[in-house]
């Protein structure tokens, strides 16, 4: 059945009110013809409905057997919709497969997603949606999404307004108690993200059925952020190279306002590149659970998997530049062995708790420097217990860049200071790359502090994107030369990300800063070898 009320529907509808026939034929096809329009308007049509008040998926046969699916009529669930015309009570009816021998028998379809072992799964054409579903009980209609996109992104509409706007107008219309007015913000903001990460996800050629609505969106944001960061700047180096835009110029800068919360668990992330052909340690990527600084994968859990507590691990160091993590293990009983092995080699229980343990002292640290420092004359205090064990000092168990790289200029600059390092449980905010006519070409989520190692994959990655950028403008030009210059004879790729082959160029703005004798004759904008790299404004 096509979506929406035809004339044929409406005028059924008048004959059953209609018992005793004293309505003409011809009046109630006139009556249906004046009623159609106005129904259109103002009742919400979402799928395939044969009752105005009902909600039911598209599909008619099961993906895996094809035979017809059954209406679970005792699993209904009163929902409320939000559409233009206001807040729409439907009432919510799931399809089954009931053939035994189908994989798929059992398995509750709701309108555009499907409960398989716990997890609500998406499911459906995403083009064909009239009505995004959240949950059983509340979701959106595609054209208030559609509206609220636009106003969101030009006219500085936000979830909080929005969810005020709802609610007053629901109050005006007697429509309160359909909404959930205590988590309308946070539902507005997880249906308006998910709509668009399925829609991104489907114009990138992207497998929809892996997004759980029930996760948490960061994480499943992180699924999909890969192959939809390549598109975006392929999309983006296309368009600026349609319009004669100049390419071999970038600036490149670090925006610490737009932060999450991550697992605290120091060292258990890492990130690739493809390009360099190394591999970053940072801090968890997962979002914590709930009342936690760690992930559920983190978190120690109640009877916990305690068979591997015949060891344990003492110290962490890392090798070849970072590239891999070694850990002293020792056993727990006589003769109390002690061994470096590479961290892939531990147990996983085992690692987990470590990396939870250096966390939980870091966050202690950080915790203390809040507090009032002793004298001088009273003399330092002594580091805490696990930390007295690390071959790292504190400041290194994240990804914090070598201190010589740090001491290579006088400037102070980089942006690895202790404080910064403590934001255990919180990501260091986004890195950004963008042409001198303002397109932004590349982001990149950054983690514990705006690193030198991670400014030095994000290069990487536009140089792979961009191969005729041969400037970089930024805040801290100084430290990013030098780091990259260290590293020029580690790969052909690495020789192509330093000097000669790339210039490192200071700001106007945070020139000011930069102290260094040798950064003033190499990285001032105001030299006439910089200024002549540089777009004229």
Not at 93 to 114: A, H, I, Q, T
Not at 511 to 531: F, I, R, V, Y
């Amino acid at each position: 059945m096509a979506h929406g009320f035809s004339q044929a529907l409406i005028a059924e509808a008048i004959r059953n009110a209609d018992p005793a026939a004293q309505i003409s034929d011809g009046l109630v096809v006139h009556l249906a013809a004046e009623l159609q329009p106005l129904f259109s308007t103002r009742v919400a049509a979402y799928g395939r409905e044969t009752c105005a008040q009902e909600l039911l998926p598209l599909p008619r046969s099961c993906s895996a057997c094809k035979t017809r699916l059954a209406e679970c009529r005792g699993s209904a669930t009163p929902a409320a919709v939000i559409d233009l015309c206001g807040v729409v009570e439907k009432l919510h009816v799931p399809l089954r497969c009931r053939k035994p021998s189908c994989p798929e028998f059992g398995v509750l379809l709701w309108y555009n997603y499907c409960v398989r072992k716990g997890k609500h799964v998406f499911q459906g054409e995403l083009p064909l949606l009239q009505c995004f579903m959240l949950s059983s009980s509340f979701g959106f209609s595609i054209p208030w999404l559609r509206q609220f996109h636009p106003r969101l992104v030009r006219q500085h509409a936000s979830f909080t307004s929005e969810a005020d706007v709802l609610t007053a107008q629901a109050a005006t219309n007697s429509q309160l108690h359909r909404l959930p007015t205590s988590r309308l913000r946070l539902l507005i903001s997880q249906g308006w993200f998910t709509w668009r990460l399925l829609t991104r996800g489907l114009e990138a050629g992207l497998d929809l059925s892996v997004v759980d609505f029930q996760s948490p969106m960061e994480d499943t944001a992180c699924r999909f952020l890969g192959p939809l960061q390549a598109a975006f700047s392929r999309k983006a180096v296309e368009g600026a190279q349609r319009a004669k835009m100049r390419c071999d110029v970038i600036v490149l800068d670090g925006n610490a306002k737009n932060r999450r919360a991550v697992c605290a668990a120091a060292l258990a992330g890492c990130s690739y590149s493809p390009t360099l052909r190394r591999t970053l340690r940072h801090t968890c990527t997962k979002t914590p659970a709930f009342k936690h600084c760690f992930c559920l994968h983190h978190c120690e859990a109640p009877g916990a998997d305690r068979s591997h507590t015949d060891v344990e691990i003492l110290q962490h160091k890392s090798i070849n530049d970072g590239q891999q993590l070694m850990v002293l293990l020792q056993e727990t009983t006589e003769p109390r062995r002690e061994a470096w092995v590479l961290d892939s080699a531990v147990p996983d229980t085992v690692l987990s708790k470590y990396l939870r343990q250096v966390g939980a002292e870091k966050l202690k640290l950080r915790k203390r420097t809040h507090e009032p420092q002793p004298s001088d004359t009273a003399g330092p205090s002594p580091a805490p217990p696990l930390l007295q064990a690390q071959v790292e000092p504190v400041a290194e168990l994240e990804q914090c860049s070598d201190p010589a790289d740090l001491a290579s200029v006088a400037c102070s600059t980089h942006k690895e200071s202790s404080t910064a390092q403590r934001q255990l449980a919180k990501s260091a905010g986004m890195l950004c790359v963008c042409l001198s006519e303002g397109l932004i070409l590349h982001m990149q989520e950054i983690y514990g502090c705006e690193s030198l190692s991670q400014r030095y994959f994000c290069v990487a990655a536009v140089k792979a994107l961009l191969p005729t950028v041969t400037t970089v403008v930024h805040d801290d030009a100084c430290h990013l030369h030098k780091y990259c210059a260290r590293r020029a004879a580690h790969s052909q790729a690495a020789a192509q990300l330093s000097p000669p082959h790339m210039t490192f160029v200071c700001d106007k703005f945070h020139m000011a800063g930069h102290t260094d004798a040798w950064c003033k004759q190499t990285c001032d904008p105001e030299l006439p070898s910089n200024s002549a790299l540089q777009p004229s404004t």
